[in-house]
């Protein structure tokens, strides 16, 4: 079915299905490694590109191109790429673009595995960066060097919930001949398209809210156009990141009810935040549904919906983060976001605890900041949950 003129909800459930033989109803497992050729012609024009079809499963494969032209819909790009992780996407799309003696600009606060591999192993490759609040424009613009060739931004971003506008950073970085990619796993495609906002590429750790379940680790890119496409999957044929077939029949899988999980999340956490909001014990919400949000009016621009990513601080810090953490019932004390399941995570005392009070500091990572991703559970349970727990304190 051709689904390029459908509505995004048709996208979610028909984009990039194929006919098989059988007329199965969704794409199948293509569980195989490598394709017969017919002869020695036909391998002589796959190899060459003069005849679509399959050659080994870490260049491509039927299940795992389903997905990719299915997320290359969703985000109105020419092509997508399917990887084995989000980081595997984040180092083809540094590796791919960048070479030594050119320079990067990245949001201060993004993921951290994805500035710290630019900071250690690229900057080994003698690639520079600058890492900044992308946020302020003003910033971005002072830190543009004659080599820079990609501003790469995170919106919103983890954990402090800071949202960059795609439409001006890719009206800025085109003025100067830079590349835009934009980390969307935060928001999904289902809230924010920066391809239509002019960004070059968007990447997204499907991981997260595209497959939903956690139940898998999962990558893309999507790319605006065919050029920047093949520079992008040389580097994922190359490098050898690939994503598995039954990895991508997974997220196929997934990624059909994210309309409808994202909206139930984004009105829970709209609910939740109100709630926090008018708690003793909280200090300051950050959620961009609420109209005390800084970028509240940036968010009504950029996003659909405001979203299921919260961040909170809790008065007390440290002692008063870990309480709470220990008592919660419903949600799940983890990292990761973007499921159907509720998950809360105090980076003071779980993922930021090696780094020292100073540094979390810098970094904004204050000792009472508490990120939760909601779910779809029923809102009243969460709310109940959370009011329980921080009666403890
Ligand atoms: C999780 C995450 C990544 C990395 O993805 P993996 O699938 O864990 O490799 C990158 N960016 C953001 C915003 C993430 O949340």
Do not use: C
């Not at 070059?200 to 920047?228: P, Q």
């Amino acid at each position: 079915m051709n689904t390029k003129n459908k509505g995004f909800e048709t996208k979610l459930v028909h984009a990039g299905d194929f006919n098989d033989q059988f007329g199965a109803a969704v794409p199948p497992i293509y569980q195989t490694s490598t394709f017969a050729f017919k002869n020695a012609d036909h391998g002589a024009r796959l190899f060459a590109g003069k005849e679509k079809g399959f050659i080994y499963t870490r260049i491509n494969n039927p299940t795992i191109e389903a997905l990719e032209n299915k997320l290359a819909e969703l985000e109105n790009g020419f092509g997508g790429i399917a990887f084995a992780s989000g980081m595997g996407a984040v180092s083809a799309l540094y590796a791919a673009l960048l070479k030594q003696g050119d320079h990067m600009i990245g949001s201060a606060a993004m993921y951290g595995p994805s500035r710290s591999i630019m900071e250690t192993f690229f900057k080994d490759f003698g690639v520079e960066s600058t890492f900044l609040d992308t946020s302020d424009l003003q910033a971005v613009e002072n830190a543009i060097q004659s080599n820079t060739k990609l501003i790469y931004i995170e919106t919103p971003t983890n954990p402090t919930m800071v949202l960059t506008d795609i439409e001006a950073i890719s009206k800025l970085a085109h003025q100067h001949n830079i590349l835009v990619g934009v980390d969307n796993t935060f928001a999904s495609p289902y809230l924010q398209n920066p391809l239509n906002m002019g960004a070059d590429i968007v990447l997204h750790s499907l991981t997260k809210f595209i497959n939903g379940h956690a139940d898998i680790v999962g990558g893309a890119l999507i790319a605006k156009d065919e050029e920047i496409y093949k520079r992008l999957r040389k580097a994922m044929t190359y490098f050898g990141a690939n994503m598995d077939p039954h990895q991508a029949y997974m997220v196929i899988r997934g990624v059909k009810t994210l309309s409808l999980r994202v909206e139930r999340a984004s009105e829970n956490a709209m609910k939740v935040a109100e709630f926090l909001e008018n708690h003793p014990k909280i200090a300051w919400v950050k959620y961009p549904g609420l109209e005390s949000y800084p970028q509240y009016e940036l968010a009504k621009k950029q996003m659909k919906l405001p979203g299921a990513m919260i961040s909170f601080e809790i008065k007390g810090g440290l002692e008063a983060g870990k309480t709470l953490m220990n008592n919660v019932k419903l949600s799940l004390l983890a990292v990761s976001l973007g499921g159907i399941e509720s998950l809360i995570q105090h980076p003071a005392s779980m993922t930021h605890a090696s780094m020292s009070k100073e540094a979390r500091e810098a970094a904004n990572i204050t000792d009472g900041l508490v990120r939760f991703s909601v779910g779809i559970e029923n809102v009243e349970d969460i709310i109940e949950d959370l009011d329980q727990a921080l009666g403890m304190i």
